[in-house]
Each structure stands twice: as structure tokens, then as C-alpha cells.
């Protein structure tokens, strides 16, 4: 388990929670509108792929489809999270509007 403390966002997100797979091995991710809680696995991985979009960027090399990072926003770390996950079990997050949740 590790925490990483977000920033706060524009989109006024008050919290997510996430479950997935990734590898074969079940991963989730907690956060309750301060730090971020998610399994070793998933948190590595979003490291790993934020480091390759800051080389790809430092080269002139960066691409308009995403970024991925977990020392931003909390919109942009679910949305790192989701898309690192090979497969989703269920995603939540609290806003302004209400809960939205997918299964």
C-alpha cells in the first residue's frame, strides 16, 4: 500500500475509489480528497508511465492523446489510474454533481 498526497483539482472531485486488475492481480485505489491509497502494483506502474511522458516531453516528443501523473490533480490521477488497469472491476467518484459510479 502506498499514499501519495494530490493537489486539488479544478473539476471539484471530493473523492474516487477504484478497482481493477492489472496483471492478473487484483488493485484498487482510494482517494479521500487529501492522499491518495493504492496498492504497490498500480502506483509503480503510474510512476513508470509518468517518467516515460516526462522523457517524451524533455525529447519534443509528447503526444496530444494523454498524460499520466499522480502528483497532479486528482482528475488526472483517476483518469492515469483507469487507464493503466487491464481491466476494471468498478469506479467511483464524488463531485459537486453527486456520485457517479460504473460496475
Request: overall charge negative.
Amino acid at each position: 500500500m502506498r499514499n501519495v498526497r494530490l493537489s486539488k483539482t479544478e473539476r471539484r472531485l471530493s473523492s474516487f475509489w477504484l478497482e481493477g486488475r492489472l496483471g492478473g492481480s487484483n488493485v484498487f485505489a482510494l482517494w479521500d480528497g487529501e492522499v491518495l491509497m493504492a496498492t504497490d502494483r498500480l502506483v509503480a506502474l503510474a510512476e513508470l508511465a509518468e517518467e516515460v511522458d516526462r522523457a517524451f516531453v524533455e525529447r519534443g516528443l509528447e503526444s496530444e492523446r494523454r498524460s499520466c501523473s499522480l502528483r497532479g490533480t486528482a482528475d488526472r490521477a483517476l483518469l492515469t489510474l483507469v487507464w493503466l488497469c487491464d481491466e476494471l472491476e468498478s469506479v467511483e467518484f464524488n463531485d459537486d454533481g453527486g456520485c457517479w459510479k460504473a460496475v
